[in-house]
């Protein structure tokens, strides 16, 4: 008989981001995505999209390179927070407990195999609209903003590993993500690998970094739900001075209609145009592209990526630096 | 050989409603609508949408009723103006002529057989956006508003008439516009018309005045290009307590996505979502509805409409009004 | 400690309808919908949308009335199947295994409260594609049809209940569904409620028959992913004679752009025209409208629903059958 | 006084399109963009779509190599028809009459500066739709086929010249046509222009000529009107073996969502997702791009086009066969 899924995580709930420009990096969220700035602490910004139902799903901490903070993933019960940090610390990732942050209770910490910083926790605080900020629409937390284009919620994350397969194995192994889709070498070793433990096609991708650098950012990514909004915020984003990378496309992998700028303290972010297709498969078998599929796995539409999409990542690494050290 | 075709009208260039309620009016096209208030003179407020290509399109002046202010036309030329004048006056509804208004030259003041005040003048001034209001998508006089929903441009007016045919045929045969679409009576009288000057379905529309008064308002009109900008502004407009009167649903004459909702002072605004079908035929042959295809006409896509829909006008009058006048 | 979640429905498998006219409903959902038909057997035509990944998930079988057949779920693993049909025994609503189907393993069967027959299973039929049907979109188990405006995926089914709260019990205590949302009446019993075991806001609702009828189905829904399609098949469905119920709105609950659309035997059928919102909480607190709350929970967009939307259901029975039985 | 500017054409009537692979090309208009065979004759095809108002608006005509038939413009009254062949005889380029074709009545033939062949005329043959193929939707000739992705109508025409401004003030100065937008070399002669005399941004486009030629194609284009229809019909064009040469994208130059495929005869097909921006402005000032704002004046929203857009036209002709020749 089958061993049975791992339902221990439930969701991808927030994300740190380092930023050199913290005000600008805010402003970008706030007057461009339409999100909220919740609280400030210390050198950090707390901010969440309309229809985030949690405090917080962004945290912005200054710092003098762009890159990512941790990133934060909630269990589905108490018990289940407890039995993933068994497993976390029998493989021997584990940090340690922090008695929590703004927004969410005691968390335990660890790190990817690559080393990027993750926490897992159980209690949350949900987010208290203003009388003047709620909305008849009683399953969103908050009124639509007029202001920006505004993101509906916080979607997934991408990371940049040195060696791919040994976090996606993490992932499955100790997390219980499920692995969606892969783009394979030839040899069979990832390419990239997009995860999830909800419906969705990814929560978490992991790909590799083209400079073999370790415990690099992607991308986040933020949802809109419909593709209109990606047109419409690139017209915001092109006239106020910010860098789109690649306009409105849509994806082969997850099918979501997506595009990515670059906000300003260096980080790049996804915008999400609709929900791309869901999984409800309980013995999903594994989409499984060949590298040589690859450019259209990451473009259905398939206009040209540009040629440091999987080598540009946070912090910023050239190839010469890397060369160099 | 036919008569030629008289091409001396070029668009619908600005109307001008009056508010009892003024600021919560300009708040509504700005805050919502994404308008920005240009200048401001006496009891009126001059506003245009980002994609109005003259100094204004909207004159907003306080006033005890609702209704319209009187709506301009531009001429296509000099000439044009200068014929189209005598042709007015011929016709005996001529008033004079004004040295012009903020935004335009010398304007030439008539009435429609019903009495609606309407000017045509050929000068006009450019908005000239400042150096941060600018935009590299050069066809466009000013970048994207990042506040509300923004409209892009003046659409068309409806207007309702006691008579609806002596408005018709005064339109064509003074003006130059063309019924589009009309929607007859058993005795082939009109109960609507659409016309335009221009490849829209209609630049103007006169609909029967349920009430049988003289020279209400119906609806202005401005236009997004796109059906979903309607969804959004929908959220923006219910939980900022504004009333939609009609839900995002889809015309039979004209084919456009659109909805209807009332500013704060009353007027009833419609918004278009997309271009609906243009007409590029000159022989257009006009498309006849007949009295039982109403509902049908008005709602493609068919849910029912309020049953004040033709007798809510501006200024508001009601049955008993009317009866006891 | 509180007690952990059941996770053993993994998601609404199939559904079957009766049809007393077996051709034209096939032809509806063939030509209209763009779905394909898979098999026949005996009175009885399995159907698949483009994106379901199973052989079938919907049987169209010929009967006098119109109405629900079954509906079946499948069980996220084989000791899932296991534990829940010893819980549906326990609960004594089983009626017992049957060897499989077209298009899946063995399954036990069973009803609600009501009388709706429901199957559980854990062993799937793959659809699979010929070589013509394949596509480059390796995550779609079959190119787009250029037929109709197609459907991408089954999403949920809303079922009418004579007594609603003890089939949402039903659901929640033995089958582990969550109930998302729900409209209260004044004594806290349930109007309707949503109850999803997917990220879904609903993959079944359940709603109060108003004709105190038993074991009724108010509608299935496909799904499209775009508002677009909505429109898109209204034109198709107005000019083939197809009569639309509900144009295309926005719903309160679940967030959907939606219509509704009867099929030719008389079944009611929802088109979904984007995802809605998604849960992510793994401890989501229900959403509560009260009972006057109804008309903006199902229509947030708010055009008038048709007074027999809460009392048309299949098999059809009038308020007089009812008197007289 | 200003001199007044001619109206006497009205629109791009119908365009001809040579193809080498006859049925493959009529099969691509007819099973993906959802038009119609109305007629054939000899080696020519005649198609149209839903909401083209005429009898045809497509000629497909077997050929050697691809290119351009012809393209047709129709004139605004006999008069005016009359005026312009005047007109054209007087500036050199007429041949002569014809006594029409399938579709409409006398044609006066002449070609541009650069040799591509055009013919205008009024009398004109409406397209009447069977009973079964009526719409209730009036001011529509038919209704919306379930077949493919159906484009609505005709919507422009871009053509390569070895001359542009040649042909362009051929087009303003005999044919009254207005220059609305422009990119211009650094000796403000036009690399590209745009000239309407609707009131959208173009009805025809000049290009330069990357290769010199005389008298190519760049492209045909019909319209959807919305952006949604650029996705779907790509899903179609990727699986079923049709070439996209640019993925959905938008212009700066009339603001359009487009995408361009290739027609399996060779010809580059654009199609509009929108109706871009409208100008209703009789005084507008030609919109002025510099060369290094090209690709940004054809790729708002900015991936990179491919090396042959200006070079690859129809009849195909490559670097090589020019400096052979």
Chains 1, 2, 3, 4 share one sequence.
């Not at 009124?143 to 979607?155: A, E, F, I, T």
């Not at 789109?244 to 496309?249: D, H, R």
């Not at 989409?287 to 990526?305: N, R």
């Amino acid at each position: 008989m089958t061993k049975e899924p791992i339902f221990d995580v439930a969701q991808l709930a927030h994300f740190e981001i380092y930023s050199p420009k913290l005000e600008e990096s805010v402003e970008f969220f706030s007057e461009i995505l339409g999100m909220e700035e919740v609280e400030r602490q210390g050198k950090s910004v707390y901010m969440r999209a309309y229809e985030d139902h949690y405090h917080n799903t962004l945290i912005i901490t200054e710092n003098d390179e762009a890159g990512l903070g941790h990133m934060a993933l909630r269990a589905r019960s108490p018990q289940a927070l407890e039995r993933r940090v068994a497993a976390i610390e029998e493989a021997g990732y584990g940090i340690g407990w922090i008695d929590g942050d703004i927004g969410h209770g005691p968390a335990y910490q660890f790190r990817t195999p690559d080393g990027h910083k993750v926490e897992i926790f159980w209690e949350v605080e949900y987010y208290q609209a203003s009388d003047v900020e709620k909305t008849a629409l009683l399953n969103r937390p908050q009124r639509r903003p007029n202001r920006g284009v505004p993101v509906r919620r916080l979607d997934h994350i991408n990371l940049l590993a040195k060696e791919t397969n040994k976090n996606v194995e993490f992932l499955e192994a100790v997390l219980g993500f499920n692995v969606r889709e892969r783009i394979l070498n030839e040899d069979n070793s990832d390419i990239a690998a997009w995860l999830s433990v909800t419906n969705l096609a990814h929560d978490i991708a992991i790909m590799g970094d083209a400079l073999g650098e370790e415990g690099r950012l992607h991308h986040i990514c933020y949802w809109y739900g419909y593709p209109q909004h990606l047109s419409d915020v690139a017209d915001l984003l092109i006239d106020r001075g910010f860098e789109i990378e690649v306009s409105p496309i849509k994806h082969g992998v997850s099918q979501a209609s997506c595009m990515y700028v670059f906000e300003p303290g260096g980080n790049r972010v996804e915008l999400f145009g609709d929900s791309g297709y869901l999984i409800f498969d309980p013995d999903w078998k594994t989409v499984e592209w060949k590298g040589e599929d690859t450019e259209q796995a990451i473009l259905w539409h398939g206009t040209k990526l540009p040629e440091d999409f999987f080598s540009y990542g946070t912090p910023v690494r050239s190839k010469e630096t890397v060369e160099n050290s």
